[in-house]
């Protein structure tokens, strides 16, 4: 069955530090990835995607991910947080191709420390 | 970007009660609308897809006379909790997809249903 693990539940940084964050993923075909960040009263917005060719993807936000099939993950970076990247954090593959069914992560709440 | 809205945002109603959430794509057309379901401090789980008249396709374990969905024009999708309970207590969020440049999920910004 597809799923999408997100070891870290709460991940704090410092502002200015670089950040991290972990997704697995269990998914029989090539998958379609994504990121999505969710703040207070907003809807879950797209951080980045990865569909197929370049492993490397660069998002909004100075967010990058990178695809390694060999360990099944898809790790969401950024080289330097800043206070208002504090949020939640959502992994999700797309199942049936695209951006049709997506299965999502636990999520990872991210605080950041001035 | 695509703009989804959600009416209420949060609602509190009494056991037994039904409950209709709206979900609007405010520029652009929805081919196909989503709806998740958000448990606190836990992941989205999809309860339903549906498509602009056709029925809902609901996701295994979900009860379609309890969460009636309607699809009814390219803007607008309904979610109606029927005879709802206390354990129908959750965070309720939709999202939007169109064609072309609107070819992804655009979320709304979910709506709190608390059953007393």
């Known amino acids: 069955a597809q799923s999408v693990t997100q070891p870290d539940i709460h991940i704090t940084v410092s502002e200015g530090a670089s950040l991290e964050l972990r997704c697995n993923y269990s998914?029989?075909?090539?998958?379609?990835l994504f990121w999505y960040v969710q703040s207070p009263g907003q809807g879950l917005q797209l951080l980045l995607k990865y569909f197929s060719g370049d492993t490397l993807v660069q998002g909004i936000k100075g967010f990058e991910a990178e695809f390694k099939r060999s360990q099944s993950s898809f790790n969401l970076r950024k080289p330097s947080v800043h206070w208002s990247d504090a949020a939640e954090y959502f992994c999700?593959?797309?199942?049936?191709?695209?951006?049709?069914?997506?299965?999502f992560g636990a999520g990872t709440r991210l605080a950041v420390h001035p | 970007g695509a703009v989804v809205s959600q009416h209420p945002s949060w609602v509190i109603c009494k056991s037994g009660t039904s409950v209709k959430i709206e979900c609007r794509s405010l520029d652009f057309q929805a081919t196909t609308m989503f709806w998740y379901r958000q448990f606190p401090k836990q992941s989205l789980m999809l309860m339903a897809t549906?498509?602009?008249?056709?029925?809902?396709?609901?996701e295994q374990g979900v009860e379609k006379d309890k969460f009636l969905i309607n699809h009814a024009s390219l803007t607008l999708s309904t979610l109606t909790v029927t005879s709802a309970h206390p354990e129908d207590s959750s965070f309720y969020i939709c999202s939007a997809r169109g064609r072309g440049i609107y070819n992804e999920q655009f979320f709304g910004p979910g709506t709190r249903l608390t059953v007393l």
């Open positions: 549906s498509n602009e008249g056709s029925k809902a396709t609901y």
């Open positions: 999700a593959v797309g199942s049936s191709g695209g951006y049709n069914k997506l299965i």
């Open positions: 998914y029989g075909a090539t998958p379609y």
